[in-house]
């Protein structure tokens, strides 16, 4: 069983919707992660945070906005997605951004985009 | 910078065969290595870890062992069954900005009865 719950496990949307996928985690971890993976390929990171605080956005485009509420929850809003936004998106967290732990996955948010 | 190199596959073997899959890394400092599985449809799973050279990592019967010399950190099983089919990936963590994941591409492991 995965200690990092991530909905909808799937979800599909068109281009003009809004949306947001949703992370929880009850490990005490201060770190949380936002990856985009697309098929064949290793996750790619797209956010981090630390202590509820955006630490590291790599360049990601504005019709993605995470959100931290709490120690616990990350949310993703999409809004005005394109196709080849569809992927699996996958929440992790960790200890802390320094740490040398293992970060842990949840199962994903597999996004398709019409 | 820090990176990952492992064998891109597809691997094939048939069940009961010896498993490896090669990994090395380049980093500074003395990162912690990984091995994370990937199940058909799911998300990434840690099989194993090792935080410092020499350690070996072990479970589920898959074992590997952190060799700073070599810089390497290969993933064996000395048996593989059928559930073994997925996509492993082999990645590294510290030495690099903020300690982020670094991920080798993954190898598609398919194991037939």
């Known amino acids: 069983d995965t200690e990092v719950t991530q909905t909808p496990k799937h979800l599909v949307m068109g281009m003009t919707n809004k949306k947001s996928l949703k992370c929880e985690q009850h490990?005490?971890?201060?770190?949380m992660y936002w990856y985009k993976q697309k098929a064949k390929k290793p996750p790619e990171l797209m956010f981090v945070y630390s202590y509820e605080k955006l630490s590291i956005n790599e360049s990601v485009p504005s019709r993605f906005s995470p959100e931290c509420p709490n120690s616990s929850l990350l949310n993703l809003h999409l809004h005005a997605l394109q196709p080849e936004d569809s992927a699996l998106y996958l929440c992790a967290s960790s200890p802390g951004v320094w740490s040398n732990q293992p970060q842990h996955f949840g199962d994903g948010t597999r996004l398709s985009i019409l | 910078g820090n990176s990952v190199t492992q064998m891109e596959g597809p691997v094939t073997l048939s069940e009961e065969a010896f498993l490896t899959i090669n990994c090395t890394y380049t980093a500074t400092g003395y990162p912690s290595l990984f091995w994370y599985v990937q199940y058909p449809g799911e998300g990434l799973q840690l099989l194993l870890k090792?935080?410092?050279?020499?350690d070996k990592g072990s479970n589920k019967g898959f074992e590997a062992t952190y060799r700073k010399e070599t810089t390497s950190f290969h993933l064996e099983k000395g048996s593989v069954q059928v559930s073994d089919s997925a996509v492993y990936f082999c990645a590294l963590r510290g030495g690099g900005s903020q300690g982020n994941l670094i991920f080798g591409k993954g190898t598609k492991l398919s194991v037939k009865p």
């Open positions: 090792a935080t410092k050279a020499d």
């Open positions: 490990m005490g971890h201060r770190a």
